[in-house]
């Protein structure tokens, strides 16, 4: 049994797989705080998509005014989405990446840099800072997922 | 070359990941239903968004009116891009944490408590339950995440 | 060191799972082109969804009348939506698959398979061709990410 776990455990001893497990942790819980935001907003702004989430304002139209759109929920929204979309491939690529062998410097600089990117990203949409600060910052976390798509592509490619 | 198979089939014989595997692909078919129910409802209730899908029904005027939102079809729409929310950061951080080396009486209880708590969101956005059933249901699934990401982080820190 | 690089980079020696990265890497960079292609239609059609976004069109009522949907942007958006319900639990339930010890014959045909109805089912979109073009490339990639998770739940079960 011992021998069992060792064995399952030796990729989490890998320097480059530790990196990439610290940097996929950290952009995972920075999607997941979005849900959070939204429901912030949705709380302060009181603007609901579901009847049964207005029910504690009272019944009839007094809570049906609740269920409304609302322009700063939606911008949330949109962030959380864009970060499904790009931090999806990274987890995914980049679990490739971290098993394709590259050196360890080269592989934190690719982590390090998505992670600042999706940070940036997250602010430049939810201040909103003017363009093109939300383009380029997503723009420079595609590259990196990118770089890393062709370092797997270009170690394991067997079609 | 057996070798290598066995290598690579390793990870496999670990309990805790096997434990892993078998309630990830669990959520992800979980997930997947999703895209189903949502074909059951827009085809029962007549609702669509592309034109080319309601072609069936007839050419213009009699076709168009099938190109409309329909409650039931949102709902489902809505279950669906939450299970995205929540599942791609339990599959993603879940896997580093099978591989952190918990105790597996300890990886089961967080993965059967995500499990459950993500069957139960499904019920409670699609009956639908009052709040707060499907409010409690997500933030116990998020809270096993988060749990799980402070064990990952825990062990893998390298920044 | 040299030790803890070779275990870590056995995997990527596995062909099905050189296979599985190979194809993983295809259909995830093939999901992030329809940021690319959102991106395109959004600034041809000039239609957008950020006040901050139409700010190079000059301010006021000049700028806003491009805070507008348009069809083909929406369109593009539905795929990319397509795209994560379906390549999400692709790559998660591959991921278990490959590292469940199937033949690397009937892997590649699992692979092959997925990411052609994947790219198929773009095409459909966004061409668009007629019914059931768009459903049966749909109905092809589920089917056979259902087939693996069969076989991850058979190989794996433990709950």
């Given amino acids: 049994r011992r021998g069992e776990m060792a064995k399952a455990t030796q990729l989490i001893d890998n320097e480059v797989f530790r990196a990439y497990a610290t940097y ?4 995972l819980l920075k999607m997941m705080l979005m849900s959070l935001i939204t429901a912030y907003f949705r709380i302060t702004r009181k603007a609901f998509v579901n ?14 005014k609740y ?28 679990l490739l990446y971290a098993l394709s062998g590259p050196e360890l410097s080269t592989a934190l600089l690719h982590f390090r840099i998505f992670t600042g990117a999706r940070i940036l990203h997250t602010f430049a949409y939810l201040i909103p800072l003017p363009q093109p600060g939300r383009g380029l910052s997503w723009a420079v976390g595609y590259s990196v997922t990118f770089s890393m798509a062709y370092k797997v592509l270009k170690t394991a490619w067997l079609l």
Avoid: W
């Avoid at 996929?24 to 952009?27: K, M, R």
């Avoid at 989430?53 to 049906?64: H, I, Q, V």
């Avoid at 759109?69 to 980049?94: K, M, Y």
């Fill in 67 to 94: 269920l409304r759109t609302d322009p700063d929920v939606e911008r949330v929204r949109r962030g959380h989405l864009n970060d499904l979309e790009n931090i999806v491939p990274f987890v995914g690529i980049g």
């Fill in 51 to 64: 009847p049964e989430d207005t029910a504690s304002f009272g019944k009839g139209e007094s809570a049906k």
């Fill in 24 to 27: 996929t942790a950290i952009v």
